[in-house]
Protein backbone atom coordinates (compact mmCIF):
# COMPACT_ATOMS: atom_id res chain seq x y z
CA UNK A 1 0.00 0.00 0.00
CA UNK A 2 1.12 3.36 -0.37
CA UNK A 3 2.26 5.08 2.34
CA UNK A 4 4.41 7.23 4.87
CA UNK A 5 6.58 5.22 7.21
CA UNK A 6 8.04 7.19 10.29
CA UNK A 7 10.36 3.96 11.72
CA UNK A 8 10.98 6.22 15.02
CA UNK A 9 8.46 6.24 17.27
CA UNK A 10 9.51 7.75 20.10
CA UNK A 11 12.88 9.19 20.66
CA UNK A 12 14.54 10.50 23.73
CA UNK A 13 17.67 12.59 23.79
CA UNK A 14 19.91 15.03 25.82
CA UNK A 15 20.29 18.56 24.97
CA UNK A 16 23.15 18.97 22.47
CA UNK A 17 22.57 15.58 21.05
CA UNK A 18 22.28 15.09 17.37
CA UNK A 19 19.11 14.08 15.91
CA UNK A 20 18.02 12.06 12.82
CA UNK A 21 14.83 11.01 12.50
CA UNK A 22 13.74 8.72 9.10
CA UNK A 23 11.11 9.11 6.74
CA UNK A 24 10.03 7.35 3.95
CA UNK A 25 7.20 7.24 1.63
CA UNK A 26 6.44 4.81 -1.39
CA UNK A 27 4.73 6.81 -3.94
CA UNK A 28 6.16 6.94 -7.22
CA UNK A 29 5.91 9.70 -9.29
CA UNK A 30 6.53 14.09 -8.52
CA UNK A 31 6.13 14.70 -4.83
CA UNK A 32 6.62 17.39 -2.24
CA UNK A 33 7.32 16.57 1.38
CA UNK A 34 7.40 18.66 4.24
CA UNK A 35 8.05 17.71 8.21
CA UNK A 36 5.78 19.57 9.88
CA UNK A 37 6.11 19.84 14.25
CA UNK A 38 3.44 19.63 16.64
CA UNK A 39 4.28 21.34 20.34
CA UNK A 40 2.20 20.15 23.13
CA UNK A 41 -1.01 21.22 22.70
CA UNK A 42 -0.59 22.93 19.74
CA UNK A 43 -1.68 22.81 16.26
CA UNK A 44 0.59 21.39 13.31
CA UNK A 45 3.20 23.90 12.21
CA UNK A 46 5.55 23.78 9.34
CA UNK A 47 9.36 22.73 9.45
CA UNK A 48 10.55 22.88 6.39
CA UNK A 49 8.90 21.83 2.51
CA UNK A 50 11.11 20.28 -0.69
CA UNK A 51 9.16 21.03 -3.40
CA UNK A 52 12.55 21.23 -6.01
CA UNK A 53 15.96 22.00 -6.45
CA UNK A 54 18.75 21.53 -3.78
CA UNK A 55 17.65 18.28 -1.82
CA UNK A 56 19.29 19.51 1.37
CA UNK A 57 16.33 21.67 2.37
CA UNK A 58 17.16 24.41 5.51
CA UNK A 59 13.96 24.96 7.58
CA UNK A 60 13.14 26.93 10.79
CA UNK A 61 14.60 26.76 14.27
CA UNK A 62 17.96 24.84 12.61
CA UNK A 63 16.57 22.08 11.22
CA UNK A 64 17.42 20.88 7.96
CA UNK A 65 15.76 17.80 5.65
CA UNK A 66 17.60 15.54 2.98
CA UNK A 67 15.74 14.49 -0.31
CA UNK A 68 17.44 11.07 -1.91
CA UNK A 69 15.36 10.20 -4.49
CA UNK A 70 16.89 6.77 -5.07
CA UNK A 71 16.07 5.99 -1.60
CA UNK A 72 13.04 7.58 -1.12
CA UNK A 73 13.36 9.13 1.83
CA UNK A 74 13.57 12.60 3.14
CA UNK A 75 15.34 12.09 7.03
CA UNK A 76 14.88 15.21 9.34
CA UNK A 77 18.12 16.28 11.10
CA UNK A 78 19.54 18.77 13.55
CA UNK A 79 23.21 19.09 15.22
CA UNK A 80 22.27 19.79 18.30
CA UNK A 81 18.82 19.74 20.34
CA UNK A 82 16.99 22.01 22.63
CA UNK A 83 15.03 21.04 25.71
CA UNK A 84 12.13 23.19 23.42
CA UNK A 85 12.16 20.98 20.39
CA UNK A 86 10.40 18.37 22.76
CA UNK A 87 7.77 17.04 20.29
CA UNK A 88 5.92 15.35 17.80
CA UNK A 89 7.51 15.37 13.70
CA UNK A 90 5.10 14.56 11.32
CA UNK A 91 6.36 13.61 8.27
CA UNK A 92 3.93 14.16 5.05
CA UNK A 93 3.75 13.72 1.30
CA UNK A 94 1.52 15.24 -1.30
CA UNK A 95 1.51 13.16 -4.97
CA UNK A 96 1.02 15.66 -7.26
CA UNK A 97 -1.27 13.95 -9.02
CA UNK A 98 -3.86 13.60 -6.16
CA UNK A 99 -3.32 17.14 -4.36
CA UNK A 100 -3.79 15.24 -0.70
CA UNK A 101 -1.21 15.87 1.60
CA UNK A 102 -1.08 11.90 3.49
CA UNK A 103 0.97 11.75 7.08
CA UNK A 104 3.25 9.46 8.97
CA UNK A 105 2.09 8.19 12.04
CA UNK A 106 4.55 10.83 13.51
CA UNK A 107 7.52 10.94 15.77
CA UNK A 108 7.51 11.68 19.59
CA UNK A 109 10.74 13.68 20.45
CA UNK A 110 11.36 13.99 24.64
CA UNK A 111 14.59 16.08 24.81
CA UNK A 112 16.01 16.38 28.56
CA UNK A 113 18.21 19.06 29.61
CA UNK B 1 -4.79 37.97 10.07
CA UNK B 2 -6.95 35.12 11.17
CA UNK B 3 -5.45 32.09 9.00
CA UNK B 4 -7.64 29.15 9.63
CA UNK B 5 -10.59 29.38 12.56
CA UNK B 6 -11.94 26.34 13.90
CA UNK B 7 -14.37 25.97 16.85
CA UNK B 8 -15.78 24.77 18.92
CA UNK B 9 -11.61 23.54 20.43
CA UNK B 10 -13.47 20.99 23.11
CA UNK B 11 -16.49 19.10 23.24
CA UNK B 12 -17.98 16.55 24.87
CA UNK B 13 -20.64 14.24 23.18
CA UNK B 14 -22.99 11.44 24.42
CA UNK B 15 -23.19 8.48 22.14
CA UNK B 16 -25.61 9.23 18.98
CA UNK B 17 -25.68 13.00 19.40
CA UNK B 18 -24.94 14.89 16.37
CA UNK B 19 -22.72 17.97 15.89
CA UNK B 20 -20.91 20.55 13.47
CA UNK B 21 -17.22 20.95 13.62
CA UNK B 22 -16.73 24.54 12.14
CA UNK B 23 -13.68 25.80 9.97
CA UNK B 24 -13.01 28.96 8.37
CA UNK B 25 -10.44 30.16 6.30
CA UNK B 26 -9.36 33.81 5.31
CA UNK B 27 -6.87 33.28 2.78
CA UNK B 28 -8.95 32.49 -0.39
CA UNK B 29 -8.05 29.12 -1.04
CA UNK B 30 -9.44 26.63 -2.82
CA UNK B 31 -8.46 23.46 -1.04
CA UNK B 32 -9.65 22.51 2.20
CA UNK B 33 -8.85 19.55 4.30
CA UNK B 34 -10.42 17.44 7.64
CA UNK B 35 -7.78 15.34 9.41
CA UNK B 36 -8.34 13.29 12.69
CA UNK B 37 -5.14 12.90 15.00
CA UNK B 38 -5.18 9.32 16.70
CA UNK B 39 -2.23 8.66 19.47
CA UNK B 40 0.10 6.93 17.38
CA UNK B 41 -1.91 6.93 14.23
CA UNK B 42 -0.74 10.37 12.61
CA UNK B 43 -3.42 12.26 10.76
CA UNK B 44 -5.66 10.17 9.11
CA UNK B 45 -7.71 12.45 5.98
CA UNK B 46 -11.61 12.35 6.60
CA UNK B 47 -12.52 14.55 3.79
CA UNK B 48 -11.19 17.24 1.46
CA UNK B 49 -12.40 19.87 -1.15
CA UNK B 50 -11.00 21.38 -4.18
CA UNK B 51 -13.40 24.65 -4.15
CA UNK B 52 -17.05 25.67 -3.41
CA UNK B 53 -19.48 22.45 -4.21
CA UNK B 54 -17.27 20.23 -4.47
CA UNK B 55 -16.12 17.58 -1.94
CA UNK B 56 -14.61 14.32 -1.50
CA UNK B 57 -13.86 11.19 0.80
CA UNK B 58 -10.42 11.03 2.15
CA UNK B 59 -9.23 7.79 3.87
CA UNK B 60 -11.54 7.49 6.85
CA UNK B 61 -14.80 9.30 5.98
CA UNK B 62 -17.14 6.59 7.39
CA UNK B 63 -19.41 8.24 9.79
CA UNK B 64 -18.90 11.91 8.16
CA UNK B 65 -20.02 14.51 6.39
CA UNK B 66 -18.98 17.60 4.77
CA UNK B 67 -20.57 20.42 2.64
CA UNK B 68 -18.56 23.65 0.82
CA UNK B 69 -20.86 26.12 0.38
CA UNK B 70 -18.86 28.91 0.15
CA UNK B 71 -14.86 29.30 -0.42
CA UNK B 72 -14.30 30.56 2.80
CA UNK B 73 -16.58 27.22 5.22
CA UNK B 74 -16.00 23.63 5.05
CA UNK B 75 -17.61 22.19 8.07
CA UNK B 76 -17.50 18.87 9.72
CA UNK B 77 -21.07 16.82 10.55
CA UNK B 78 -20.50 13.45 12.89
CA UNK B 79 -24.40 12.60 12.66
CA UNK B 80 -24.15 9.64 15.07
CA UNK B 81 -21.07 10.45 17.83
CA UNK B 82 -19.71 7.15 18.53
CA UNK B 83 -16.61 6.54 20.39
CA UNK B 84 -14.54 5.68 17.94
CA UNK B 85 -14.58 9.60 16.81
CA UNK B 86 -13.11 10.54 20.15
CA UNK B 87 -10.33 12.09 18.41
CA UNK B 88 -8.61 15.46 18.02
CA UNK B 89 -10.00 17.00 14.41
CA UNK B 90 -7.93 19.38 12.38
CA UNK B 91 -9.03 21.58 9.47
CA UNK B 92 -6.54 23.02 7.05
CA UNK B 93 -6.06 24.66 3.46
CA UNK B 94 -3.93 25.63 0.65
CA UNK B 95 -3.85 27.38 -2.62
CA UNK B 96 -3.21 25.67 -5.50
CA UNK B 97 -0.97 28.48 -6.82
CA UNK B 98 2.30 28.73 -5.97
CA UNK B 99 3.95 25.98 -3.68
CA UNK B 100 2.48 23.67 -1.60
CA UNK B 101 1.69 24.28 2.01
CA UNK B 102 -1.02 23.68 4.26
CA UNK B 103 -2.16 25.83 6.84
CA UNK B 104 -3.48 23.91 10.15
CA UNK B 105 -6.45 25.11 12.72
CA UNK B 106 -5.79 24.62 16.16
CA UNK B 107 -7.90 21.71 16.02
CA UNK B 108 -11.33 20.73 18.18
CA UNK B 109 -10.45 17.78 20.91
CA UNK B 110 -13.77 15.77 20.62
CA UNK B 111 -14.59 13.07 23.58
CA UNK B 112 -17.69 10.53 22.75
CA UNK B 113 -18.91 9.00 26.23
Known amino acids: AQSVSQHNHHVILSEAASLELGCNYS??????LFWYVQYPGQHLQLLLK??????LVKGIKGFEAEFIKSKFSFNLRKPSVQWSDTAEYFC???????????FGTGTRLQVFP | NAGVTQTPKFRILKIGQSMTLQCTQD?????MYWYRQDPGMGLKLIYY???????DKGEVPNGYNVSRSTTEDFPLRLELAAPSQTSVYFC????????????FGSGTRLTVV
Open chain 1, 27 to 32: YGGTVN
Open chain 1, 50 to 55: YFSGDP
Open chain 2, 27 to 31: MNHNY
Open chain 2, 49 to 55: SVGAGIT
Open chain 2, 92 to 103: ASSSRQGPYGYT
Open chain 1, 92 to 102: AVIRLVTDKLI
